[in-house]
């Protein structure tokens, strides 16, 4: 009556990380929208004063490197993928090029 994994094993994992992956993704979007949103109104509530607007600017300046390294990581992953033959980018044929699960 237990679990037995058979030959869907490797597709249901890969299932899981795609979801996990689509998840951190949009996690990622939600805290650039926030953590923006909060330094434009730091920046316009500043009232003139240099160092807060300094702070400002850089919370602006974090919040775009942050999504910049989100959206490049799928692609920056398909060229290392590319480069090392690894199936980074299909985690199905990854799982069942490398794991083997009993009862496959």
């Known amino acids: 009556m ?8 490797g597709a249901s ?9 689509g998840v951190i993704t949009i996690v990622a979007g939600f805290s650039f ?8 109104v730091n920046l316009i509530t500043s009232a003139g004063d240099t160092n807060k607007i300094q702070v400002a600017r850089t919370m602006m300046t974090n919040a775009l ?4 390294i989100s959206a490049a990581a799928y692609p920056l992953a398909s060229l290392v993928s ?23």
């Open 2 to 9: 237990g679990y037995t994994p058979g030959s869907e094993t």
């Open 13 to 21: 994992l890969s299932i899981v990380l795609s979801n996990v992956i």
């Open 65 to 68: 490197i942050g999504i910049i």
């Open 82 to 104: 590319t480069l090392l033959g690894i199936p980074l980018t299909e985690p199905s044929a990854l799982f069942s090029q490398y794991i083997t699960f009993p009862g496959n």
């Open 33 to 40: 929208l926030i953590y923006f949103l909060i330094a434009t």
